[in-house]
């Protein structure tokens, strides 16, 4: 079973609108940590957020939010304003337990923001 | 944000040469290193996890004498591409984190590699 999963391979968005990035995860490890990263077309990963699996609220940063829904193993990404800069690939990764460095990555969502 | 510096950026070269990319942590001591490749349009594989001081771990399908890695360094890692051919071809990207749950991974901005 995938660990990480991102049903969306590409969503569009118009400018200065808001768009939710899905992600769900599958872990029986109590213990985990959920990152979003963004891949500009250049190439270079870019760490937006993280929400830990004990975080009683949702994450924030900027326009940058965390809609996690534990009981639903979901942690969507909301970005808010968008603007065309944020025209890029999304990927949601997990860190699964408190022995590992490691991070599972989903298959990535493709934003495009339009004017 | 934390920093981490990867080069050569790009790098072409005729098939059978060995090629080094080096990742550097620039203001934090990394407890480990990664090696991804990702292919056009696709996630991230992870290749291998470094440790400073010990040999790297690989994963499952990736040759270690093809992809020799060496973490000599708290801040720094190598990834050798040793007589490369076309399939080798590909972008590799390198992050560093330190110990922490909460601790996100700090990437480097990948090298393009292709091979003639």
């Known amino acids: 079973a995938q660990k990480i999963t991102q049903t969306q391979p590409g969503m569009f968005v118009q400018e200065k609108e808001a768009v939710t990035l899905d992600c769900t995860y599958d872990?029986?490890?109590?213990?985990?940590?959920l990152f979003w990263y963004k891949q500009p077309s250049s190439g270079e990963m870019i760490f937006l957020i993280y929400q830990g699996s004990y975080d009683q609220q949702n994450a924030t940063e900027g326009r940058y939010s965390l809609n996690f829904q534990k009981a639903r193993k979901s942690a969507n990404l909301v970005i808010s304003a968008s603007q065309l800069g944020d025209s890029a690939m999304y990927f949601c990764?997990?860190?699964?337990?408190?022995?590992?460095?490691?991070?599972?990555f989903g298959t990535g969502t493709r934003l495009q923001v339009f004017p | 944000g934390a920093v981490v510096s990867q080069h050569p950026s790009r790098v072409i070269c005729k098939s059978g040469t060995s090629v080094k990319i080096e990742c550097r942590s620039l203001d934090f001591q990394a407890t480990t290193m990664f090696w991804y490749r990702q292919f056009p349009k696709q996630s991230l594989m992870l290749m291998a996890t470094s440790n400073e001081g010990s040999k790297a771990t690989y994963e499952q399908g990736v040759e270690k004498d093809k992809f020799l890695i060496n973490h000599a360094s708290l801040t720094l890692s190598t990834l050798t591409v040793t007589s490369a051919h076309p399939e080798d071809s590909s972008f590799y990207i390198c992050?560093?984190?330190?110990?922490?749950?909460?601790?996100?991974?700090?990437f480097g901005d990948g090298t393009r590699l292709s091979i003639l």
């Open positions: 990764a997990m860190r699964e337990g408190r022995d590992t460095d490691k991070l599972i």
């Open positions: 872990t029986s490890d109590p213990s985990y940590g």
């Open positions: 992050s560093a984190s330190y110990r922490g749950v909460s601790q996100p991974q700090h």
